[in-house]
């Protein structure tokens, strides 16, 4: 975020903090849960932001464990933080497809989520504010782009099967 902030405009920071947005958003959605609006207007954006937890959070779950593995296969050192990486981001995936089914959100409230997701990875590689990749994938940019727009629209589709599976139970 500081080279960010050193080197691009300061409207598109809101685009570079991607897993702790997914973070944010999370911890966001569990307290729209715990602690339930009364205003329609509030509650519905509860509902787009437990939509972006969702999205998100598998999304970048499943990225920086696959990013730190790409990254080996292309003759990148392993270092013990990779493994706490991919502990982490890979529980983080998990525990958002398990919460989903306390989340009120619908088919509305995710096609925004995701519109928003796409946006974001739009501006990660329109102007090369993306995640850390190790050096080893610096050749791969556009390979890492195009599975990065994929892996949004496998979050899109997880977090709508999730829900809906939620709804069925």
Not at 77 to 85: C, I, K, N, S
């Amino acid at each position: 975020m500081k080279m960010t902030l050193a080197e691009q405009p300061v409207w598109q920071i809101v685009f570079v903090p991607d897993s702790p947005t997914a973070s944010l958003f999370f911890t966001l959605a569990l307290l729209w849960v715990l602690y339930p609006p009364r205003s329609i207007i509030i509650k519905r954006i509860g509902h787009v932001i437990q939509a972006l937890a969702v999205v998100t959070s598998v999304k970048y779950g499943v990225w920086a464990v696959s990013i730190i593995f790409a990254g080996w296969m292309q003759g990148g050192t392993q270092h013990w933080q990779d493994w706490m990486l991919i502990a982490s981001h890979s529980a983080m995936a998990i525990e958002a497809l398990i919460y989903v089914r306390f989340f009120g959100f619908r088919w509305a409230s995710l096609v925004v989520a995701g519109l928003w997701t796409l946006l974001n990875d739009t501006m990660d590689y329109t102007y090369d504010i993306y995640p850390w990749l190790p050096a080893s994938l610096y050749d791969h940019v556009d390979g890492v782009r195009n599975f990065t727009f994929g892996l949004t629209l496998v979050s899109i589709l997880c977090a709508w099967l999730a829900l809906r599976q939620a709804r069925r139970t």
